[in-house]
């Protein structure tokens, strides 16, 4: 796979119809990215592959059952990923045929990256590859842009948002931008302690019509101008608060999908740890802007790898 020139820009959907999901052969907690990541917890490692594993088929299972394309990639057990769950950190597939490979903090978590994932999603989902972007050099120079972690995309305004941490470099993010047609804004977050959020995505969402933000967390100085972005885009502000974005009701995502009777419509997908965090109105608020909302429990998942449904799922946005 040659890296090729830049195709022109196309207009892209806001929700993705297909996916790319990583079966974990080995899930556990991984301490090398703990030092960054508030969201982990220590725990034993007794069960935690079986358990991983049986949470990702839960997602996988009901995700197909809604209608969801979802390809599924068997991780390998050598050597040892503890994170192939997650693998929207390392790729994104984009309308205009781009594939996107990223820099990425922890060494352990490299080894994901994996050519066959790609073919995978060409062969089974139909993906035609106009070029490669790969951004994976930054590493030797210390600067990481952890693909759909660090960025939450407004396709169809062309705008990335990203907040600093040690995962979300702004120089990677100026290339990421300028190779894509994106503008950026970025932005400083924080959790309620005052340490910097590590991924964009566990903070704010974006669907077609609605965008949860935890308003709270983005500092006081950056607030009005992400704001200001996310109200031009005609959607309903759904604000979420310290207890719901620990909860990781931020780290959702919304897919396009269709049926028979209903037609096309869309799938707001949360874990059922997100749905007990959000307050009755907030519920309310998110089903109100999506067709349907599916709750998939991913407990393990959470609180050893720090992450939630979302960071679960790589979108394949196919050809228009």
């Not at 590859?129 to 990481?144: I, K, P, Q």
Request: charged content about 25%; proline content about 6%.
């Amino acid at each position: 796979m040659d890296p090729m020139p830049s195709p022109p820009i196309v207009a892209a959907q806001q929700c993705a119809e297909a996916v790319l999901m990583v079966r974990p052969a080995r899930f556990a907690y991984n301490p090398e990215t703990a030092s960054s990541n508030a969201f982990q917890r220590a725990g034993a490692a007794a069960g935690a592959a079986a358990a991983g594993r049986a949470e990702f088929d839960g997602l996988a299972t009901a995700l197909a059952g809604e209608g969801v394309r979802v390809c599924i990639l068997e991780d390998t057990p050598d050597p040892p990923k503890p994170d192939a769950v997650f693998p929207n950190n390392w790729v994104s597939f984009h309308a205009d045929g781009t594939v996107v490979l990223y820099p990425m903090q922890a060494p352990s978590r490299r080894a994901e990256r994996r050519r066959d994932a790609v073919d995978a999603v060409v062969e089974q989902l139909g993906f035609r590859v106009s070029r490669l972007l790969d951004l994976t050099a930054h590493e030797r120079d210390g600067r990481y842009l952890e693909g759909t972690g660090s960025l939450v995309l407004d396709h169809r305004r062309r705008i990335a948002y990203a907040c600093r941490s040690g995962r979300t470099d702004p120089t990677v993010l100026a290339e990421w931008s300028s190779e894509l047609g994106y503008e950026s804004v970025i932005f400083a977050a924080a959790d309620r302690s005052g340490r910097p959020i590590y991924h964009t995505n566990v903070l704010l969402s974006l669907g077609e019509r609605s965008a949860i933000v935890a308003v709270e967390a983005i500092a006081e100085r950056d607030r009005g101008r992400v704001l200001e972005r996310l109200r031009d885009g005609d959607r309903e502000l759904i604000d979420i608060g310290w207890d719901e974005l620990e909860g990781f009701a931020g780290n959702v995502l919304e897919l396009a999908t269709c049926d028979e009777a209903l037609g096309a419509y869309r799938l707001r997908v949360m874990s059922a740890t997100a749905r007990h965090a959000l307050s009755e109105a907030s519920f309310a608020r998110i089903s109100a802007c999506s067709d349907e909302v599916l709750v998939a429990p991913v407990p393990t998942i959470e609180r050893l790898g720090g992450g939630s449904v979302r960071c679960m799922i790589a979108e394949v946005f196919l050809p228009v």
